[in-house]
Nanobody, 118 residues
Framework: QVQLVESGGGLVQPGGSLRLSCAASGIIFRFYTMGWFRQAPGKERELVADISSAGSTNYVDSVKGRFTISRDNAKNTVDLQMNSLKSDDTAVYYC????????????WGQGIQVTVSS
């Protein structure tokens, strides 16, 4: 059974920082591209950042220079360090694991709320 469990969300003031973590089980973690998506109210889910099995990273333009994605294949975890947070970053953040081109396996966490507000 595949599980992706997010932690680290919450309420933070504009300009502050949060670190999200996702613990994966039930998959051969090192083979998967891991990502963080987010969905704000009334908007579609969007890719925030991902990191391939080889360690290559990709970020949506709006978070470049502020967010950093990293993975630990020994611990089966992927983290998202979020700095200089803005109100526009408020959303439910989802951990994602995908494998294959085209994708043959695609898994989601339950989501975690991040609220940026004064």
């Amino acid at each position: 059974q595949v599980q992706l469990v997010e932690s680290g969300g919450g309420l933070v003031q504009p300009g502050g920082s949060l670190r999200l973590s996702c613990a994966a089980s039930g998959i051969i973690f090192r083979f998967y591209t891991m990502g963080w998506f987010r969905q704000a109210p009334g908007k579609e889910r969007e890719l925030v950042a991902d990191i391939s099995s080889a360690g290559s990273t990709n970020y949506v333009d709006s978070v470049k220079g502020r967010f950093t994605i990293s993975r630990d294949n020994a611990k089966n975890t992927v983290d998202l360090q979020m700095n200089s947070l803005k109100s526009d970053d408020t959303a439910v953040y989802y951990c994602n694991a995908r494998y294959g081109v085209p994708i043959v396996h695609n898994y989601w966490g339950q989501g975690i709320q991040v609220t940026v507000s004064s």
